[in-house]
C-alpha cells in the first residue's frame, strides 16, 4: 500500500501564490506517475498536472498552464504543485494522486490508483 498526505493548502487572495506538497510512504517503489486533482463543491474531480518517475515530462490542464508548475523530489518521496496567479475559479479541495503506471496522459481520475485525503485552497476575488 501506499499513503499519501497533502499539506500546503489554505487562504488566499486572487494574484497570489500556494505551494502544495504530497508526501508518500509504505511500498514508493511501486509508484511511477503522479498528479494533482481538484474537486470544487458540485463539481466532478478534474485533472490538474501529471508528471513522469523522472520529471521529463509533464501535462496540465489548460486551465492551469502558464500558472502552475507540478515537480518532484525523488529522495524525499514528495510532489509539489507551485501555483501563481492564483483565480477565485482555482477553489477547490486538491488531492494528490499516484499511479502503478508512467503515463501523464491518464486524465481521468479513474485511471488514477492512489488518492490523498485533500487539501483545501479558498482563493478571495
Known amino acids: 500500500q501506499v499513503q499519501l498526505v497533502e499539506s500546503g493548502g489554505g487562504l488566499v487572495q486572487a494574484g497570489g501564490s500556494l505551494r502544495l506538497s504530497c508526501a508518500a510512504s509504505g511500498r514508493t517503489f511501486t509508484i511511477y506517475a503522479k498528479g494533482w486533482f481538484r474537486q470544487a463543491p458540485g463539481k466532478e474531480r478534474e485533472f490538474v498536472a501529471a508528471?513522469?518517475?523522472?520529471?521529463?515530462?509533464?501535462s496540465y490542464a489548460d486551465s492551469v498552464k502558464g500558472r502552475f508548475t507540478i515537480s518532484r523530489d525523488n529522495a524525499n518521496n514528495t510532489l509539489y504543485l507551485q501555483m501563481d496567479s492564483l483565480k477565485p475559479e482555482d477553489t477547490a479541495v486538491y488531492y494528490c494522486?499516484?499511479?502503478?503506471?508512467?503515463?501523464?496522459?491518464?486524465?481521468?481520475?479513474?485511471?488514477?490508483?492512489?488518492w490523498g485525503q485533500g487539501t483545501q485552497v479558498t482563493v478571495s476575488s
Open positions: 508528471i513522469n518517475w523522472s520529471g521529463g515530462r509533464t
Open positions: 494522486a499516484a499511479s502503478q503506471f508512467n503515463s501523464v496522459d491518464s486524465r481521468s481520475a479513474n485511471s488514477w490508483f492512489y
